[in-house]
Antibody, heavy 122, light 107 residues
Framework: VQLVESGGGLVKPGGSLRLSCVASGFTFSRYSMNWVRQAPGKGLEWVSSLSSDSVYADYAGSMKGRFTISRDNAKNSLYLQMDSLRAEDTAVYYC????????????????WGQGALVTVSS | EIVLTQSPVTLSLSPGKRATLSCRASQSISIFLAWYQQKPGQAPRLLIYDASNRATDIPARFSASGSGTDFTLTISSVEPEDFAVYYCQQRASWPLTFGGGTKVEIK
């Protein structure tokens, strides 16, 4: 299993950025996927989750209306569109898979990418 | 939102000693709790799911227990590679939340 994020970088407050995560080594279309972030020197914060069929999506409160999660199962890819970015969105953003246990999705995170650094600064 | 409070914030131990980490939920989350280990510069690693089940390839020195609001992660004999930050995470209700972490450091 491998998850590789890209698209991070420096953006001004109010700007936009789109993160991508390419998956390999498993049947991507079967798994719910997630974004988790970590501000510099801080703890982990869940950002968003998306079901395998894209029917169900959810977001952390401070990101609702600004971030959009999506996926393309044909391309084994997960995305996070981030708009109206703020300084407090500065973090490493991880793509992570939600595992199946006992044939049901468990919203934990069993595989993680290496992370993409997003810096919001003027 | 369910708040997870981890204690202690820092645990100073010598290798070979037993480590006991706590995670307390602000309301009952049944057994829907996971534990992660994170080393500097690395992504987190899933250790435990559903309160007491070791994830794939996790050594037996890691064990966990609890239900409702109180959970414990135990490292029976701390190895040099176990010095890291440990986080708990709940999946009982949205939004998913993490605890603030416990740093296990070398004494």
């Amino acid at each position: 299993v491998q998850l590789v994020e890209s698209g991070g970088g420096l953006v001004k407050p109010g700007g936009s950025l789109r993160l991508s995560c390419v998956a390999s080594g498993f049947t991507f279309s079967r798994y719910s996927m997630n974004w988790v972030r970590q501000a510099p020197g801080k703890g982990l914060e869940w950002v968003s989750s998306l079901s395998s069929d894209s029917v169900y999506a959810d977001y952390a409160g401070s990101m609702k209306g600004r971030f959009t999660i999506s996926r393309d199962n044909a391309k084994n890819s997960l995305y996070l569109q981030m708009d109206s970015l703020r300084a407090e969105d500065t973090a490493v953003y991880y793509c992570a898979r939600a595992p199946y246990y006992y044939d049901s999705v468990h919203y934990y995170f069993d595989y993680w990418g290496q992370g993409a650094l997003v810096t919001v600064s003027s | 939102e369910i708040v997870l409070t981890q204690s202690p914030v820092t645990l100073s131990l010598s290798p070979g000693k037993r480590a006991t980490l706590s995670c307390r939920a602000s309301q009952s989350i049944s057994i829907f709790l996971a534990w992660y280990q994170q080393k500097p510069g690395q992504a987190p690693r899933l250790l435990i799911y559903d309160a007491s089940n070791r994830a794939t390839d996790i050594p037996a020195r890691f064990s966990a227990s609890g239900s409702g609001t109180d959970f414990t992660l135990t490292i029976s004999s701390v190895e040099p590679e176990d010095f890291a930050v440990y986080y708990c995470q709940q999946r009982a209700s949205w939004p998913l939340t993490f605890g603030g972490g416990t740093k296990v450091e070398i004494k």
